[in-house]
């Protein structure tokens, strides 16, 4: 397709913004919808976010996806927020009006759409989430959505935990770090919300041997598909879904905000990313 000076420009932001296969994603998507748009990463250190979303706003950006570390400063920024964003404290999506931002959250779509082959009787199901930035929040809040009522929340700094427990799930039990092995044995649904395993580096390390056979894990990182963590859990025999299937389910809201039409269904969406991440 062919760019224009009328064409419509979203993009991602992080810190580092790299890895991220939504200008992949999004690509795909503009192309079979035939649209004059553009979907670009602007990496931006955390000291500079404020003024550079402003700056884009101003410029007549439509909007932007918001990943590590800016979804709590992205919902601090906005002008107004939907209440899902508020409830969670974090947003993943920017949509920008004539200079004015808004946000909202769409990792808690993603992350059921991620989950939904496992067919997880959420009522029943005793879940250990590991982390406690803007991703876990919004994962903790999907799930109590769902009818989770026995969570557990393990962070390396245990006052973040401590405050995502008091925010949003006051009734989830806090796991120290060095214990979070300890716990494993009870837990039927295990979630890396964290960023180890990301590009392959500080990989997540559970003691799977204690994990019950049929319990499902899932792994927010998609760089690469195969974390340490989702291998472990994969060698024993445990449900193992990465994060890609997470990255599409939330960037379907975020392309129709941002361009104003549906998805085009794309048959081969996943094989397509799979194939582009193997080749990166």
Known sequence: MTTTGAARLAGVTGDPVSHSL?????????????????????????ENFDRAVSGLASAGCVGLNVTL?????????????????RAVGAANLLTMTDGKIHADNTDIAGFLYALEPANINYNKARVLV??????A????????????????????NLPRAEGLARDLAPGASLV??????????????????TSLGLRGRNDLSLDWDRVSPGSVVFDSVYTPLNTGFLTGAAARGLTAIDGLDMLIGQARPSFQAFYGQPVPELPDLRGQLVRHLEQS
């Open 137 to 156: 929040r919004a994962l903790v809040y999907a799930l109590l959505t769902v009818g989770v009522s026995d969570l557990a929340l393990c962070n390396r």
């Open 22 to 46: 939504s200008p992949i994603l999004m690509g795909l998507w503009i192309d079979a919808a035939g649209l004059d748009a553009q979907y670009v990463p602007f990496p931006i250190a955390p």
């Open 176 to 193: 120290p770090w060095e214990a979070r092995d300890d716990v494993l044995s009870d837990r039927t649904l295990i979630i890396n919300a």
């Open 69 to 85: 570390p800016h979804k709590e400063a992205a919902l601090d920024l906005a002008d107004s927020a939907a209440a899902a964003a």
């Open 130 to 135: 590991i982390g406690a930035g803007g991703a």
